[in-house]
């Protein structure tokens, strides 16, 4: 079957002019203030158990007996999705199960949770700040407008901020942005994804292998334990939490907001992650949501891979949207009471 260009690109309010538009800069439309004060600091309480390193492992927080963990996930009967792989841990508690063969697929737009956490890593902002100064170059600028992938606009010569363009990377899924901000970080597109397999292997993510920055390439691959690991590292940000949590972006002087892909965010607690669908990767949901149980504020991860593979990328998505808001709803509701009986 031919490729299907990918659509993670949530409908925005205006259509995007011309590229002679002046562009300048306004701010984005972050979460409410006391929203984001959580979440920048929520981190000592979701990873309390796991302590300040790197994961345990691909999706696997640190936790207390490994015999209650499995007790609490097998009682919980969970929806896993008849298709794909899936997996969902609970930040100190532990890994609520995998489903599906963990086999390396496409993962679409996904890809960009490892491009954001490379470059917050080696150029690392404080919450709420705007960080370093980017100027977007001629292929950016060119490659705003295109008819066959997720873009975001942006004018040549003009300069942005980190902060903006990782937004507009992450929300309505921007893959000029992705590669504009890969050239900056690293000098090249190439050097970029080096460095992101550096970081897969760092982290232990065995089965996954990048070949690009924005999720284009159907040969970047990896399974749903993979992402649940970087998904747990990426989450101790506290701006990677800001900016997956961003409902909407203004796309400077284009008198255009896009809405964020995640359909699942505000909802049932999700505070992020990232979509991404094509036809070969179908669609896929990372996502991240908070809950408190038994006083304590945890965060739960959960990755959705290789949904309704083959068919149209909306379709995918809608299917990915569909199990991850099944399974989130479902541990919420049950986990509260499996661990109290445990």
């Known amino acids: 079957m031919p490729h299907t260009p990918a659509t993670d690109r949530a409908p925005a309010s205006a259509p995007v002019p ?34 300040a390193g790197g994961p345990a492992g691909p999706g696997a927080p640190a936790a207390g007996s490994g015999d209650t963990v499995a007790a609490v996930a097998k009682s919980l009967h969970l929806p896993w999705p008849a298709e794909g792989q899936a997996s969902v841990a609970v930040e100190g508690i532990g890994s609520l199960g995998t489903r599906g063969e963990q086999r390396p697929v496409p993962i679409a737009s996904v890809t960009k949770v490892m491009t954001a956490y490379v470059i917050l890593k080696e150029h690392p902002m404080r919450a709420g700040a705007p960080g370093a100064a980017v100027t977007a170059d001629e292929q950016a600028a060119n490659e705003s407008y295109s008819s066959v992938e997720t873009t975001a606009p942006v004018l040549a010569g003009r300069t942005y901020t980190q902060r903006l363009l990782l937004e507009l990377m ?7 942005v992705a590669r504009l901000l890969a050239r900056w970080g690293a000098g090249s597109e190439k050097a970029f994804v080096a460095k992101m397999n550096e970081t897969a292997a760092a982290l232990g993510m ?40 961003t409902r909407t972006v203004e796309a400077p002087g284009a008198g255009v907001t896009f809405r964020n892909t995640n359909k699942l965010l505000g909802r049932d607690g999700v505070i992020g992650l990232k979509t991404g669908s094509s036809t070969p990767a179908g669609g896929n949901l990372v996502w991240a949501s908070t809950q408190d149980i038994a006083g304590t504020t945890r965060l739960i991860l959960g990755v959705v891979l290789h949904q309704r593979a083959g068919t149209s990328p909306a379709e995918g998505s809608a299917a990915a949207h569909e199990a991850g808001r099944a399974l989130v709803t479902a541990v919420r509701a049950t986990l509260p009471d499996a661990l109290a009986r445990t």
């Open 170 to 176: 992450m929300v309505p899924s921007g893959n000029n």
């Open 206 to 245: 065995e089965r996954t292998t990048y070949t690009g920055v924005s999720g284009m390439e159907s040969s970047t691959r990896s399974t749903a334990a993979d992402q649940l690991g970087l998904a747990r590292a990426a989450m101790k940000d506290p701006v990677f939490r800001e900016i997956v949590a």
């Open 18 to 51: 011309a590229p002679s538009s002046r562009f300048g800069f306004r701010r984005s439309l972050l979460v409410p203030l006391a929203a984001a004060l959580a979440l920048a600091t929520g981190m000592g309480t979701w990873y309390a158990l796991g302590g």
